[in-house]
């Protein structure tokens, strides 16, 4: 089976709900997505660094528990595993706050096999941050030698707006890596104070990456290829949070390349009809982990989804 692999951060989420806490599950933007896959049975490898904490022993057994091999991960002797406090509003929706102990030396892990059109998912500040960059991008130019297929959600927040214009030559870098694109109407109001779709796609994304999917919630999924344009209605759920909920459907899209059989060279040339049904995946993998407190899917999900 093709491999899925995921490089990013984790953290533990602790969820509050009307100020109390009412959870703490592991979570981190690619990681959520990749736990959902591991579970599904795929083969899915991570690429991380935590703490030598309760915390980071938490997330590495979580990973091992949900089928993720970790043996990428960093554990670092010094510092903190990260820990961010999510609550929630009456929306559901998540209001961050986040906790970080990192030690000088990072991200100090060997990569793992990669063959042809094995999926690379990689996005957030993680893969921006000046930090850790030259690390990530050794990793982007690997994958890229051995014909990769890269997905990217650049996931930016409000809380690194302030560093976008001195993070563009990272962002296009990573753009001209991807051969999807998928980004939510806050990314882009927050990287281009933009919120048109065409206009983004022709004027930010186009030129590096031929396919975009740009999500805005509940409301509707843009699709913009060279060749097509397409709007897709959301079906309406009563959502628990939508914590994750962006991160499972870039895992559902992701599933959907795998269970179709799409290659790097084929995504060229994909037609309406084979992206409506990946498309279709995203949104039942984001719809079930709405339902629920935690970052990845459902038990039940799994069981009429595996591969």
Not at 120 to 128: E, H, N, Q, R, T
Request: hydrophobic content about 35%; aromatic content about 12%.
């Amino acid at each position: 089976m093709r491999k899925v692999i995921g490089i990013g951060e984790t953290i533990l989420d602790i969820i509050f709900k009307n100020e109390e806490p009412i959870a703490a599950v592991p979570g981190g933007s690619v990681f959520n997505g990749i736990i959902s896959l591991g579970k599904l049975g795929m083969n899915v490898t991570f690429i991380s660094e935590t703490g030598n904490d309760h915390v980071g022993r938490k997330i590495i057994s979580y990973m091992n528990e949900n089928h993720v091999k970790s043996e990428h991960v960093n554990i670092f002797p010094d510092g903190k595993s990260p820990v961010s406090l999510a609550f929630l509003d009456k929306q559901n929706n998540a209001d961050y706050a986040f906790y970080k102990d990192y030690p000088n030396n990072r991200l100090d892990v060997s990569f793992p096999d990669i063959q042809k059109d094995d999926i690379v998912m990689f996005g957030s500040y993680f893969a921006l941050n000046p930090v850790i960059r030259d690390k990530v991008l050794e990793f982007l130019e690997y994958a890229k030698e051995r014909k990769a297929l890269f997905y990217y959600d650049p996931n930016f927040r409000s809380t690194h707006a302030n560093e976008a214009l001195k993070l563009t030559s990272s962002l296009i870098e990573n753009l001209e890596f991807a051969d999807i694109v998928r980004g939510s109407e806050d990314d882009f109001q927050y990287m281009y104070h933009k919120d048109d779709p065409d206009k983004i796609f022709k004027d930010d994304i186009q030129f590096y990456c031929p396919n975009f999917i740009y999500t805005t919630g509940p409301d509707k999924i843009s699709l913009r290829t060279n060749t097509i344009r397409k709007e897709y209605d959301v079906p309406q759920i009563e959502s628990v949070s939508t914590i994750a909920a962006g991160d499972n459907f870039n895992a559902g899209v992701v599933y959907g390349l795998v269970k179709y059989g799409i290659t790097k060279e084929s995504l060229k040339t994909m037609d309406q009809a084979l992206w409506d049904k990946v498309i279709q995946c995203g949104m039942e993998f984001s719809a079930d982990v709405c339902q629920s407190i935690n970052n990845s899917v459902s038990n039940d999900f799994v069981t009429g989804h595996r591969l």
